[in-house]
């Protein structure tokens, strides 16, 4: 057992989620008004609540807690120093096209000793999120985002992108508490899952 920042740190794994934008950075913006970075805020509260009440709760800590606008290097910097086991990064789409929809998962195109385990993670959250959501899947697919490749060579990573603001149907799906809720859920699963498979 070990203190970092104060905080005390057991041999349990430890997950980072990591809601996107923040402060004055809204990221995407729905139809409605509604922004991405208050969604992606209520969803990560919504894991660290559902953790809680888990038989084995997992330790989770998030990159902020609060409508607070961290740096992309602060965030990867926060889960290196917490020795993070998964890094899991949290947003919500946007396109032009009203029509576009569904849940797109990145990972990291950097060959890497965590590739396979963060592609896994991936398809293990894309099943989740649709059995769970039955949001159409787009895939999971590799890009080298920075919140990705500073996390390559430290721990399994992905950045999971929750549907279209942009769309009616999906825009009003994350206008509910329920919904935000079933969205945590699927995700809390799917980091038991990775668990168990460790």
């Known amino acids: 057992m070990c203190f970092i ?20 950075d809204s990221g995407a913006v729905g139809i409605n008004g509604i922004q991405e970075k208050n969604i992606v805020l209520d969803i990560a509260l919504d894991i ?9 709760p ?3 800590y998030l990159t902020r807690y609060s409508d607070t606008l961290i740096s992309l290097s602060k965030r990867t910097k926060l889960a290196k ?19 576009t929809r569904g849940v797109e998962i990145y990972v990291a195109k950097n060959i890497s ?8 993670i991936a398809f293990q ?16 697919k590799f890009k080298n985002f920075q919140l990705l ?4 060579n430290h721990f399994p990573s992905v950045l999971l992108e929750l549907g279209f603001l942009s769309n009616w149907d999906e825009n009003r799906y994350f ?24």
């Open 5 to 24: 920042f104060g905080q005390e740190i057991d041999s349990q794994k430890i997950i980072i989620i990591d809601p996107g934008h923040g402060g004055k």
């Open 125 to 140: 959250l894309q099943a989740a999120l649709k059995k769970k959501l039955g949001f159409e899947s787009r895939g999971v």
């Open 175 to 198: 206008s509910s508490p329920e919904n935000i809720r079933l969205a945590a859920l699927a995700i809390l699963l799917s980091i038991q899952k990775h668990r168990n498979y460790e």
């Open 48 to 56: 660290l609540s559902l953790n809680k009440q888990s038989k084995t």
């Open 113 to 120: 000793q965590y590739l396979n385990s963060s592609t896994w």
């Open 81 to 99: 120093a917490l020795n993070a086991d998964v890094f899991i990064s949290v947003h919500c789409n946007h396109s032009n096209s009203s029509n």
């Open 149 to 152: 490749v500073d996390s390559a």
């Open 58 to 60: 997992l330790d989770i």
